[in-house]
């Protein structure tokens, strides 16, 4: 069973940056490609970037150029490096495989504000 961990949110301001770190341990062979998503209130979760074993990469128009996926295989942790960040990227961010295979973690709550 594989167990998901996202940390690293918080309060930003517009135009700054934050690095999420998403850590996972069990049966981690079952989540290749992995993702982040995020949840915006009132929004239904959407996944912005996920990323293969091999390090290919693929983002959400909406992130595209601001957020960075990367993962240490060794390590079984995926980062998410955000820049440029605008109140409408508000939400909690969750990791899974892409599409979702595994129980959700508890996510992290990066607030954006203005």
């Known amino acids: 069973q594989v167990q998901l961990v996202e940390s690293g949110g918080g309060l930003v301001q517009a135009g700054g940056s934050l690095r999420l770190s998403c850590a996972a341990s069990g049966s981690t062979f079952s989540i290749n490609p992995i993702g982040w998503y995020r949840q915006a209130p009132g929004k239904q979760r959407e996944l912005v970037a996920h990323?293969?074993?091999?390090?290919?990469?693929n983002y959400a128009d909406s992130v595209k150029g601001r957020f960075t996926i990367s993962r240490d295989n060794a390590k079984n942790t995926v980062y998410l490096q955000m820049t440029s960040l605008k109140p409408e990227d508000t939400a909690v961010y969750y990791c899974?495989?892409?599409?979702?295979?595994?129980?959700w973690g508890q996510g992290t709550q990066v607030p954006v504000s203005s």
């Open positions: 899974n495989s892409a599409p979702p295979r595994v129980a």
């Open positions: 990323i293969s074993s091999g390090g290919s990469t």
